[in-house]
């Protein structure tokens, strides 16, 4: 696949979906799909809060009446984690009366709209939303929750200092650095927690770097330094001094303390027809090749071979049909990652799959199972998955009949990240695939 096409698959706006009414859900996944977004599809409101931090949509739409938890509290919960950036929510609900929706609106909702549904209305709304926030975006130069740049000024710094590179010769180094186990702090101490490390971490960069350097949070935990007038030694001194530095830092929680390190990548520019996003894909890499090497370490990149970067991702196809194992295995072979290396099995049943020992492969896994199978059903694979203590490192995606809605509410509420119903056309899958994976990081 082409680059470009890879750029197509980055800018489809990403729609979530937190409603416990499957056959709705159904409906309107399908219906948003057909406008060419992406829709992620969540019945379990604790699943859908945790894919809403690790997959950052677009847009997100909440039933109001969830069993284990209000849909005004998860709306509260989105509101107080990024109550400035504009992640647009539409709350629905089949009570509509003045106060339900002045609570709605108070709580940060964009848009509140009655069931049942009507899908023309909820298009256009949809698209107005999303058009907003790409004005928003586009307008906006700091990053709210750390008060950093973010990467949209990122271009006009790195244009800044090729022109200097162009007229002194002077050249400059691009860092990229990720919080290690940033998920985990999360998922432990809640996401109030991983904000103030991040706020935290955004403060001490900003102190611990010369003026003359310029930070930028670059998405989620991750954030980039452009450091002017440095080689590719000064800059990994520098960056080694901030690991060890921040590796100092204790957090308080529930009476216990906690430190957080860093690992980060180094590219030097030194010639001025390096492009910003080439620049950023050597530093990101050799990031990765930091992680890979144990974390809260630095390393360098001179643009060789990046391969040697990535990091392998085990895919597993489980179907008992061999058409559609060798058309999803054609398909899978011809996709390329800049960070995953796919390392792809492909199983008949879930009890060949599970006697493999595949899941013992330490490193993430990607599973792709059909929903039906006379041995050992999709439904079961999951049962099993859901039982491995190491399951915050397996992805599923389910393939399911038109028709399975008791399989599908029974995927998701057992922790499937998407499912896609047959027949399906091949762009379409290698789309949805493509977006998952990438979001994955």
Same mark, same amino acid.
């Given at each position: 696949m ?6 197509k698959?980055e800018?489809?706006p990403l729609i979530?979906?937190? *409603?416990e009414?499957v056959?709705?859900?159904i409906?309107?996944k399908?219906?948003?799909? /057909?406008?060419g977004?992406?829709?992620v599809?969540?019945t379990e409101p604790?699943k859908?809060i945790?894919?809403y931090?690790?997959?950052?949509p677009d ?6 009446h969830?069993?284990?938890i209000?849909?005004?509290q998860?709306l509260?919960?989105?509101q107080?984690h990024?109550n400035?950036?504009? %992640?647009?929510?539409?709350i629905t609900?089949?009570?509509n009366d +003045?106060?339900t929706?002045i609570?709605?609106?108070k ?6 709209? #009655?069931k049942p ?8 709304r949809?698209e107005?939303?999303?058009k907003?926030?790409k004005? !928003?975006?586009?307008? %906006?130069?700091l ?6 740049y973010n990467r949209?000024?990122l271009?006009?710094v790195?244009e +800044?200092?090729i022109?200097?590179?162009i007229r002194?010769?002077?050249? !400059?180094?691009?860092a990229?650095l990720?919080?290690?186990h ?7 101490f /809640?996401?109030?927690s991983g904000d103030?490390?991040l706020?935290t ?7 611990a770097?010369?003026?003359?350097d310029?930070?930028?949070r670059?998405?989620?935990e991750?954030f980039?330094?452009?450091?002017q007038n440095t ?6 001194e520098? %960056?080694?001094?901030?690991i060890n *530095? !921040? ?9 216990g303390v906690?430190s957080?390190? !860093?690992?980060a990548?180094?590219f030097?520019?030194?010639h ?9 894909k050597a530093?990101d ?5 930091a992680k890979?090497?144990?974390?809260? =370490?630095v390393e360098i ?14 895919v ?11 058309m999803?295995t ?17 199983f008949e *049943?879930?009890i060949q799959?599970?006697?493999s020992? +595949?899941?013992?492969e330490i490193?993430e896994?990607f ?9 050992m059903?999709g439904i079961?694979?999951l049962q099993k998955v859901?039982?491995i203590?190491?399951r915050r *490192?397996?992805? %599923?995606?389910?393939l399911?009949?038109r028709?399975s #809605?008791?399989d599908?509410? =029974?995927a998701?509420?057992? /922790?499937a990240d998407?499912?896609?119903? $047959?027949p399906?056309?091949? $762009? ?5 695939i493509?977006r998952l994976?990438?979001r994955?990081r």
């Open positions: 082409e680059i470009n096409d890879y750029k698959v800018n489809v979530q979906i937190i *409603d009414d056959s709705m859900l409906k309107v399908e219906s948003l799909e /057909g406008q977004w992406m829709v599809a969540n604790r859908a945790t894919q931090f690790d997959l950052n847009c997100v739409i909440i039933d109001l969830l069993q284990d209000s849909g005004f998860i509260g919960d989105f107080n990024n400035q950036q504009f %992640v647009p929510k539409i609900s089949n009570i +003045r106060q929706r609570t709605a609106y709580l940060g909702a964009d848009d509140f709209i #009655e549904l009507d899908m023309e209305e909820l298009t256009v949809i107005r939303l999303l907003r926030k004005i !928003f975006d586009q307008s %906006v130069l990053d709210e929750l750390t008060q950093l949209k000024f271009l006009d790195f +800044r200092n022109k200097d590179l002194t010769k002077q050249i !400059f180094s691009i990229i990720d919080l290690d940033f998920k985990y702090i999360n998922d432990t /809640g996401h109030l103030k490390v706020k971490f955004a403060n001490f960069l900003k102190q770097t010369r003026s003359s310029t930070v930028f670059y998405g989620g991750e980039v330094i452009l450091f080689n590719q030694n000064e800059g990994v520098i %960056v080694t001094r901030l *530095d !921040f590796s100092k830092v204790q957090f308080n929680k529930e009476g906690y957080v390190t !860093f690992s990548g180094v030097t520019v030194n001025p027809e390096i492009l910003l996003e080439s620049a950023l530093a890499l050799a990031l990765y090749k890979e090497n144990g974390r809260a =370490r990149s001179n643009l060789t071979p990046l391969e040697q970067f990535k990091k392998t991702l085990f597993s196809v489980i179907d008992d049909d061999a058409i559609i194992r060798t999803l054609r398909i899978l072979k011809i996709m390329n990652f800049d960070h995953y290396e796919l390392n792809l099995e492909v *049943d879930g799959f599970f006697e020992n +595949r899941l013992a490193g896994h599973l792709i199972l059909d929903g039906a199978m006379p041995v059903d079961e694979i859901k039982t203590e190491k *490192d397996i992805h %599923v995606f389910m399911t009949g028709k #809605e008791s599908i509410e =029974r998701l509420k057992l /922790g998407d499912y896609m119903t $047959k399906f056309s091949i $762009k379409e899958f290698q789309a949805r493509e994976i990438k994955m």
